[in-house]
């Protein structure tokens, strides 16, 4: 654009010095700008002759004929050549926008003009394993189940330990950082992402929009409603037990189940899952990022922010998929954790969902 302002300037000053129209585009933008020429008069007195126009209009002298025939087109093939340049910054514009959409398969549950509620761990869960069974939903909704696990004899001290694990929304390190790579793999939907606990949450909010839930049902509870649709499921073995992910439909070379021998904080294997399955309403659908570890849930956050790893879950779920990719599924993913922390990820099992909507 700079160079076409100085060739027009340059035209002006010198091949088109009787030109009775000034075309310019000023600097800041690309919109043209169109102005009479005003010709100046000498005087007399100075012993300057005065240039007199005829009919009003100065006369173009010494103007090449081929040039003065072409004049007319002149201002109309600079409005072309702005047109062009217009239409090629918003071609630009357009592929910068479209770069920065929401990726697969974030943008199955991040969409324009809807919201997402991003549902994170509740840590202060931890108080279920004060109790002999499972918490079902029904009793962690109503949000006193905690009140029949405190020890009768507890110390004042541990009283209001436990009363402050009750009232605080409390996540974990992986979950502020699933918070922030969701938001960044969103892209310019971020906005649309709406973060909550998973003490807050309730069955109206769960009733409308698209989900993200991060964590198994051992410290997100309301993963347990769409447990019934996966194939790939978290087995909870109590305070004593082990955890596992239960492989309902093993396929050839696939486990029934994957046991863990480590506890949250040690190095050694993670199993975890990524499901995108259907809402519990009429409407949008939920994305469940589960590891039987902190390190598993971890795991699968960081192998969705890689560009290489969603690709490779993509032509996964296309080969078990008939050659076409699946809006609804399931994948098993394999870490080993080093002081804590994945150090190697793989996707071992691939799974289409045939949608199911409760």
Avoid at 97 to 118: E, R, Y
């Amino acid at each position: 654009m700079r160079q076409l302002r100085l060739r027009l300037h340059e035209y002006y000053q010198n091949s088109g010095p009787d030109e009775k129209i000034i075309l310019e585009i000023p600097k800041g933008g690309y919109a043209l700008a169109f102005h009479r020429r005003q010709f100046p008069t000498l005087s007399l007195e100075q012993g300057s002759l005065e240039i007199v126009p005829v009919d009003g209009e100065p006369e173009s002298k010494g103007f090449p004929p081929t040039l003065r025939r072409m004049n007319p087109w002149i201002p109309w093939l600079f409005v072309a050549a702005s047109l062009l340049l217009a239409v090629t910054g918003w071609f630009r514009g357009s592929r910068a926008a479209n770069s920065n959409a929401p990726v697969w398969p974030i943008s199955q549950v991040i969409q324009p003009g809807q919201q997402t509620t991003l549902v994170l761990a509740d840590a202060s869960y931890v108080l279920h394993l004060l109790g002999d069974r499972e918490i079902p939903l029904d009793e962690y909704a109503d949000r006193h189940y905690s009140d029949r696990l405190i020890p009768k004899n507890a110390t004042e001290g541990e009283l209001r330990l436990f009363h402050y694990l009750q009232s605080s929304q409390i996540t974990s390190m992986a979950d502020a950082r699933a918070a922030f790579a969701v938001s960044a793999l969103a892209g310019s939907q971020r906005d649309n992402i709406v973060i909550r606990s998973a003490k807050e949450l309730n069955g109206n909010i769960l009733s409308n929009g698209n989900f993200i839930f991060v964590g198994a049902h051992t410290s997100n509870p309301w993963v347990q409603l769409y447990q019934d649709q996966l194939n790939f499921r978290l087995v909870d073995g109590g305070t004593n037990g082990n955890r596992s992910i239960e492989n309902r439909s093993p396929r050839p070379g696939e486990q029934h189940a994957y046991f863990i021998t480590e506890s949250t904080g040690h190095s050694g294997d993670d199993y975890a899952t990524i499901s995108l399955v259907p809402g519990r309403g009429q409407q949008g659908d939920a994305l469940l990022v589960q590891g039987i570890r902190l390190e598993g849930t971890d795991a699968a956050i960081r192998f969705l922010a890689s560009s290489d790893s969603r690709n490779q879950i993509m032509q996964k779920l296309k080969s078990a998929n008939g050659g076409t990719l699946p809006h609804y599924f399931e994948i098993l993913l394999h870490a080993h954790s080093v002081a804590g922390s994945p150090a190697t990820i793989d996707c071992i099992a691939a799974r289409p969902l045939l949608p199911s909507r409760k």
